[in-house]
């Protein structure tokens, strides 16, 4: 059930945002099971035992290759690059394969995204995360429509914690920083969004080693819920 709001915050927060940039694991979605299905499958063909979902939610982040490093580093084996290229292409084709049997939306995440929907707020992801496999996800869970645009690792030449990750998805959807927020759960939001020059909000519940509260975000959320709070308080900082 959506959290009730007085009018005048939803005034205040369509006046001063109307982009909404989210990141996608560990934010809007929990994606450690199909993940660390893929990522097990792909230590198996070398011999190693397979990794757990919390393993997954610390190693992700930055990015199919970083995950696939940290993967391998938990038994004490550095690949090249060759290498690592290649068993995160074997990462890939297994994890396109089947992204969405064990992948769902956090509690209250659809409600809020219809909620903004509403506003007319326009809203995005900007994901570490191979694009095609983040909208085969969002289609899935029908939060794409109304999420309208999505950014993975392989859409522009950077990717988070660059802002031009954000600046570039913001520029081909047709808004302005200025009006804009991100939701993310990690550092690397974090920072991409306040090198970009907007505010963050981070969820408590994300895939983070270090806990949302110590990232510097300007508010950090317990329960997906309370975002249209929190970007109500931040409309009137």
Not at 109 to 133: I, S
Not at 150 to 178: C, Q
């Amino acid at each position: 059930m959506e959290q009730a709001m007085h009018p005048t915050a939803d005034n205040l927060i369509a006046t001063r945002f109307d982009t909404v940039i989210y990141d996608l694991d560990g934010t809007l979605i929990d994606s450690a099971r199909d993940m660390s299905v893929a990522v097990s499958r792909v230590l198996a063909d070398h011999e190693l035992p397979p990794v757990t979902d919390q393993d997954v939610r610390i190693f992700m982040g930055q990015g199919s290759k970083i995950t696939i490093g940290k993967a391998f580093a938990k038994y004490g084996r550095t690949l090249e690059d060759d290498a690592l290229s290649a068993a995160t292409r074997e990462f890939v084709r297994y994890y396109e394969a089947d992204p969405v049997s064990n992948t769902i939306a956090f509690e209250g995440v659809a409600d809020v995204v219809a909620r903004f929907a509403r506003l007319g707020l326009e809203q995005g992801v900007c994901t570490n995360k191979f694009e095609r496999p983040a909208r085969i996800i969002l289609e899935h869970l029908k939060l794409m429509p109304p999420i309208a645009d999505v950014a993975g690792a392989d859409t522009f030449p950077v990717r988070k914690p660059d802002p031009k990750h954000i600046l570039m998805l913001l520029e081909r959807m047709g808004r302005d920083p200025a009006r804009a927020v991100m939701v993310g759960d990690s550092i690397h939001d974090a920072e991409a969004a306040h090198r970009a020059g907007i505010p963050a909000v981070l969820v408590s519940w994300g895939y983070t080693a270090r806990p949302a509260r110590e990232l510097g975000a300007d508010a950090v959320i317990d329960r997906f819920d309370a975002l249209p709070d929190a970007l109500g308080r931040l409309a009137t900082g």
